[in-house]
DNA sequence: CAGTGGTCTAGACCACGAT
DNA sequence: TCGTGGTCTAGACCACTGA
């Protein structure tokens, strides 16, 4: 999108002389040749050998170039087939509509905020329990539920799959006065925590979702089965409520009812939102 | 976050018949001695040959596995110095808030969208204008604008600079019935394209954003000056109005007036989001 | 100057896929 | 069986940093 002056000639040749290095201009070789479509998604890359004598190097030096596009998420490598162009588009990513997701005639209707979204493209959403137990807070969850660091609180970890990919590592937490009846269940139920919380005489009144990106560990590459050079998510999410039994209808008496975090697979998600502008 | 089961042995050895490579193993070595605080943020990682001498491998096999937490975003390297724990609590990333950055009263005092979220962090922000050019639209800018692919927009391409720091790269496209007086100008001015678009006599509405996470092309690590293993936010911003002479409150004749691109740094930024609950 | 990381070579053995 | 990519070795030359 910046500054496509970048001169590419289209015979395979390679400049020892120049500042940029070899494998790098045999990777910006190839980065182009995809964006100009003559490799176009699902195709086959030459095979290494092949690249070996169009360029003339060593191995090592096309695989570096080869390594570089993946960490780039460009392509993927399957051994004994060869080097694949990913397909960037993809149609299997979920829009998350925070906007309309966690909106209350959503909850009433039964469907959790994830369903929601998953859902209105037609994914069938499983939810995996990985975890489910009372465990002192962390400084992060203790400052987002206004608790003291070491207080205890529960914990419930998943693993959430859409269709056949796993696609989020989320935790909630609930302080212990919220976490009661139905919330210590191995499952929610219709309409989710969320509705299990309203239910229990909590009003929710706002949620703020903040998220950072990063790299996944090697622990997320295999837990959500995440290519090369794909980014995750932190998603951090804080729901506040007040009471329910008066008649008030402000938020005197607000306070931070769930603490969730999440690990979004960066290639399976699209994040929405929409902004009133007044 | 997820299966911390993993056994580590604090002597650092690696045993070549496990089904998982020996770079990986020292990886994972290091890996973990990162977040166990052994190494903590700015320490240099032990050198390479202290590595080989250490593992009994070979200079590549270690390379590799620094490679494998560079991409990460773990560590980075400086030739002639060494490995180091790169800061991944960065106190320097701005907070986005879409929420109140878009709203009317920021415009009128004279702040832009992007200002209202670093001002109020202290950081100085600078417009590094890089074309200002009538072009045919895009699908994708067509689309959103509600024209035809291959209509005249205006185009604005940016570098942003917080402080020191480059940390997003944007395109603003303006139908040409929009683009009129001063947003044809180099700079926007106070409040930015939208004051001046309501100034034109249009009531700005309601925005949409979606945004998406990749990995950099080298242009983008250029140009953002990006680290190794430092995502990116696709972000893609539509500014609705309607017309501001009918005294009407209504959205009739609500239409996109700014379509608007923006390639964020992913390590120089957190998004936060306020979602009401009804 | 010694030590560091960055690049590149020329080979080896292996696991896997297609045939 | 052959071609593919995945790992590893042992060495070389270079550019840069810091004392």
Known sequence: MTTPEREVPSEPVVDPTRDRAVYLQIADWLHDRIDNGAFGPGDALPSESKLMRQFGTARTTVRRALGALAHEGLVWSQRGRGVFVRDREPNDAVVRNPYERLRRHHRESGRSSLLVDAQSQGVEVVQELLALVEEPATSL??????????????????????????????????????????????????????????????????????????????????????????????????????????????????????????????????LEYRIDAE
């Open 141 to 270: 969850v203790a400052h987002n539920l206004g608790l003291e660091e070491g207080q205890t609180v529960l914990a419930r970890r998943r693993r959430m799959w859409f269709g056949e990919q796993p696609n989020q590592l989320d935790e909630s937490y609930l302080p212990l006065e919220i976490a009661q009846g139905p919330l210590r269940d191995e499952r929610p139920g219709e309409g989710g925590t969320h509705a299990r919380i309203e239910e229990l005489g909590h009003r929710l009144t706002r949620f703020t979702e903040e998220f950072s990106l990063r790299m996944p560990t090697p622990d997320e590459v295999h837990m959500l089965r995440l290519g090369d050079g794909v980014p995750v998510v932190d998603l951090l999410q804080v729901a506040y409520a007040v009471a329910a039994d008066g008649n008030r209808a402000g938020r005197e008496g607000e306070r931070p009812v769930e603490c969730f975090i999440a690990v979004l697979a960066g290639d399976k998600h699209r």
